[in-house]
Structures are given as structure tokens and as C-alpha cells.
């Protein structure tokens, strides 16, 4: 089995994590990197521009760089013929989580896996909960507990390997203290923030904006309830067809009878 891995943020310690496991789960891996952060880009492609593709030579695992979208690294991986085409596809490891539908649509981590689904190739996205200061610091520094969570990610993938159905993504959710967490499968939650837009102004006197986000209150069962509040490990399974509701399906099919 031929195994890919990939993120958003690119070459940071939690993507070397992900490939050590990868290479525990089996010998014939690589992985592919954006070569500059790319967190909500969602499934983006590249289609205007040329890309180009680099050895990180200073790695002792086959890592590769791509001026690309976390997606446009699994179709290069698919379709480039540089690389064998990979059986399945690991994402992450994610700096911060990635909860709910809002995430699922917008999260580069996870819209790699959205990529290599619309191929019949499964795929998992891995995401470690870290904020504030610690969130920045892991950009750059050799993750904590990274053995602990590569035996954990192991695991997982291992149980995962050969089972995930065609057109799904499999997305992981990992608490801080993820060594005394249960592992749960809920449903996601709709949204994780309320979204916020600050007007403010530069010194020229012209107006800018942040958008950013609040916490919310979490729905009782749902993927960012368990995760918040149960402190668990969540595994949640999203196939790319569940996006059509029949309800609305019908309703609009009726307005043309």
C-alpha cells in the first residue's frame, strides 16, 4: 500500500510526525508539503500558475515541496507520474483543531482528504488542539508529546487502513490531553464560531478589517461538544455525497412541477 501524507501548514514538525507514522504503517510513503501555509484554503486548486516542486533535502524522510493548495499536493501525488499513486491519503498534523461542518468545508487539512475522496482514495485528517502562544510556538519548535501522538495517529490509521468506504473522509480530532481521552464518533456540529468582523483604522485614516471568531455554545452530542467538553478524541466519517438534504431536494423539485 502506497501511503501519502500532506497538510496546510506546511513544513512544520507535526507534518514530520504524520510521515514517521506513515512509515510505521508502511514503507512505501511519501509526503508532500505546500510550500507556504495554506490554513482555509479548503479544496482549492492551482490553475493559473505553474507549480514547482522541490526535495527538502535538509529531511531525512522523502518530503517534498509544492507551490500549491494542500489539494493540488494529492492531485500532483495522483496524476504528476513523479510519484506512485497513493492507496491513502493522511493529513495534518493539523495545527489546532478542525470542528464542525464550517471546518470540514474550509480546513486545508482537511479539503487534501476532500481531494483524494472525489478519487476513491480514503483519507484521514489529523488535528491537534493548541492556542494562543503554544499554537504559534509549534509552527517552528519539535512538538511535545510527539511520541505519544504518533503511537496514537499509528493506531488509528491502522485500524482505519483497508476499512474507510469509498468517497468518505475520516476526520480525527485530538484533545491536549489526548493520553486520557476515550475515542467518540459524533455527528459534527454545524458551525464552531460565531463569526466576528472588526472595523478598525491605519494611521492614514483609511478603515481595514479583521475577521476572526468566537467560541459558541456547543450543540450536546456533536463533535465540538465531545471534544470541549468530554475532552475525548473525536473520529468522525463525512462522506462527499452527504451534502445533498432530500428535505430541501424535494422542496425545490416541487417549485418546477
Not at 496546510?8 to 508539503?33: C, N, S, V
Not at 524522510?61 to 497513493?86: H, M, Q, W
Not at 492507496?87 to 461542518?101: A, C, Q, R
Amino acid at each position: 500500500m502506497v501511503l501519502m501524507v500532506t497538510n496546510d501548514d506546511g513544513l512544520t514538525d507535526g507534518l514530520r510526525l504524520l510521515a514517521e507514522a506513515a512509515k510505521e504503517l508502511d514503507e512505501d510513503f511519501y509526503a508532500i508539503t505546500p510550500s507556504q501555509q495554506q490554513s482555509a484554503v479548503a479544496k482549492g486548486v492551482t490553475l493559473h500558475r505553474i507549480l514547482r516542486l522541490r526535495k527538502a533535502v535538509e529531511e531525512s524522510l522523502p518530503i517534498y515541496e509544492l507551490n500549491g493548495t494542500p489539494a493540488d499536493c494529492v492531485t500532483f501525488g495522483v496524476f504528476s507520474g513523479e510519484f506512485r499513486k497513493p492507496d491513502m491519503v493522511l493529513s495534518g498534523v493539523n495545527i489546532s483543531d478542525n470542528l464542525s461542518l464550517h471546518s470540514f468545508f474550509s480546513s486545508g487539512t482537511i479539503g487534501a482528504c476532500i481531494e483524494a475522496a472525489f478519487y476513491k482514495i480514503p483519507a484521514i485528517a489529523f488535528s491537534f488542539e493548541l492556542h494562543g502562544e503554544e499554537r504559534e510556538r509549534y509552527n517552528y519548535c519539535i512538538w511535545e508529546k510527539r511520541a505519544a501522538l504518533k503511537e496514537k495517529i499509528g493506531w488509528i490509521a491502522g485500524k482505519l487502513k483497508g476499512k474507510i468506504p469509498d468517497y468518505t473522509v475520516v476526520n480525527v480530532n485530538f484533545p491536549a490531553d489526548f493520553e486520557n481521552s476515550q475515542v467518540v464518533f459524533p455527528r459534527p456540529a454545524l458551525v464552531r464560531y460565531v463569526t466576528k468582523i472588526e472595523k478598525r483604522v491605519n494611521p492614514n485614516g483609511h478603515p481595514y478589517y479583521w475577521q476572526y471568531g468566537t467560541d459558541r455554545e456547543c450543540e450536546r452530542g456533536s463533535d465540538v461538544y465531545e471534544f470541549y467538553v468530554n475532552k475525548s478524541i473525536t473520529i468522525t466519517p463525512i462522506s462527499i455525497f452527504g451534502v445533498v438534504d432530500e428535505k430541501a431536494l424535494a422542496r425545490i423539485k416541487a417549485v418546477f412541477q
